[in-house]
């Protein structure tokens, strides 16, 4: 039988160099060969029955697929696929390539613990894979919730309004995914605040502002990404338009820049001959302290004409409403 040189090269390039003996066996090169290219070192053997066919690749993608080939049982159906931070990382979600490799199989199997791998079983699959991508991974929605339940809830609203602004998913993709999850570490706080993102809200920040300074403490409903043309077209995070209040929310992404600063100082200023007044709350006003930041933020509200009245939040020793702000 005649080795398929051309296909086995095919093979190799979509999995990053590496080839498994599977394939190799599969077009016709024998294992005797396969042995003689490792004792040569024209390939290195990596994990049992994976090999490495350009020597000296040492990057995560290689390394990482490497495992993933080494615990596929089927040379033709992925029955293993990426799962959490290492699917992120793929999809290009999460920059830094992970420390720790998160893999997901179908139930059915019972792969034997891995240093440095983390592998769950999951009862879906046919939904939950991406077969169109490789290496083998969980769909974008999938991934971008698998991440939100790894942290705290704010970590949680940061990563899908990230992923959202980033258009890696839209929010109709993430309810679907939701729907599959009812059991979701954050689902209650997920829900809600996909209705934010929808409208508008383009950071945990700003969601956090949304739900824990602006409705917990029964402020008017602001306008999200409402526009203004003040030197050029520009888009603001919160407005509450019937008393010309912007209220920008700075989060820990796209406002570190001494440049940024400035852009935004010149913003504002352009906007009071409007008679649009723009003030500006930091990570830490809605993370840390939402109730004095409301406090604020009624306060320029009443002074604007604003005839409502802030309430109290249910968060413990919140004195809006008792003067003890």
């Not at 040569?40 to 090999?51: E, I, K």
């Amino acid at each position: 039988m005649a080795v398929d040189w051309a296909g086995l090269r095919r093979c190799a390039n979509r999995q990053h160099d590496l080839l498994t003996l599977a394939q190799c066996r599969a077009a016709g090169l024998g294992d005797r060969a396969v042995q003689w290219r490792v004792r040569s070192g024209r390939w290195v053997r990596l994990h049992p029955c994976v090999y490495l066919t350009r020597p000296g690749r040492s990057e995560w993608i290689v390394t990482a697929s490497a495992r993933l080939l080494s615990l596929q049982r089927d040379p033709v159906v992925g029955d293993v696929a990426f799962c959490g931070r290492s699917a992120a990382h793929l999809w290009g979600v999460q920059p830094q390539a992970p420390a720790r490799l998160d893999l997901v199989v179908p139930y059915t199997r019972c792969p034997r613990p891995i240093a440095d791998v983390a592998v769950r079983r999951s009862m879906r699959w046919a939904d939950l894979i991406d077969d169109r991508a490789w290496p083998w991974r969980t769909t974008l929605p999938a991934t971008v919730l698998d991440v939100a339940a790894d942290g705290s809830p704010t970590d949680c609203l940061a990563t899908v309004a990230r992923a959202v602004q980033q258009q890696r998913v839209s929010v109709a993709e993430l309810r679907q995914e939701l729907a599959r999850r009812p059991g979701h570490r954050h689902g209650a706080v997920l829900r809600p605040a996909l209705a934010d993102v929808a409208g508008g809200a383009q950071s945990g920040a700003e969601l956090l502002y949304l739900r824990d300074v602006e409705r917990a403490h029964g402020l008017p409903r602001s306008v999200s990404q409402s526009p203004s043309d003040a030197g050029r077209r520009r888009w603001h995070d919160h407005e509450y338009t019937a008393y010309r209040l912007i209220v920008e929310v700075d989060g820990r992404l796209g406002h570190e820049q001494w440049a940024d600063r400035v852009r935004d100082g010149r913003r504002d200023r352009l906007l009071l001959g409007s008679d649009r007044a723009t003030t500006r709350v930091f990570w830490a006003d809605v993370a840390v302290t939402p109730c004095r930041t409301a406090h604020d933020i009624a306060a320029i509200l009443t002074a604007r004409g604003w005839a409502g009245r802030v309430r109290p939040c249910r968060r413990p020793g919140c004195g809006l409403g008792h003067g003890r702000v």
